[in-house]
């Protein structure tokens, strides 16, 4: 089996219209497909993360709350690739998103900073140099 690249992250949120709003308007993810799902009471947005990636933003009515912290068993965080950290955390906060303070992996040497979605999914923000990658996230 080869696996060639993460296809997608499922999300789901519990105020369609703010985290449709979070993720569209504030974070600038493009909208491939909207769907609404009247059998479930639930919408599916399919939205673009540059060139290689999507999320899929669900809502459903009433889903139980994700366990806090510190260190809850499964995913951990969603990282996001930017080339200028200290300009999306700039953006980030001009649009009413708190951040952490911007900090310095120890091992990679990249600064990186995490900032939540309105439900508290953790997400961070990874300064990635693009010329020596060869690819933009």
């Keep these: 089996m080869k696996i ?3 296809h997608h992250v499922a999300i789901i949120c519990t105020d369609y219209a ?4 979070f993720y569209v308007n504030k974070l ?3 909208v491939i497909h909207e769907f609404y799902r009247a059998e479930r009471d639930s ?3 399919d939205l673009a993360v540059g060139d290689h990636i999507q999320i899929e933003l669900f809502s459903f009515p009433s889903p139980p709350e994700r366990p806090t912290r510190p260190e809850a068993a499964g ?3 969603l990282a996001f690739s930017v080339e200028d950290i200290a ?3 700039k953006h980030l906060n001009s649009h009413g998103i708190g951040t952490e303070e911007i900090r310095i992996d120890p091992f990679t040497n990249r600064r990186f900073t995490f900032f939540q979605d309105p439900d508290g999914l ?3 923000l990874y300064e990635d140099d693009v010329e020596k990658t060869g690819h933009n996230s």
């Design 43 to 45: 919408y599916k947005l």
């Design 122 to 124: 953790p997400l961070e």
């Design 4 to 6: 060639n690249h993460v």
């Design 28 to 30: 600038g993810f493009e």
């Design 18 to 21: 703010v985290s449709k709003d």
């Design 87 to 89: 300009e999306a955390v």
């Design 75 to 77: 995913l951990r965080h």
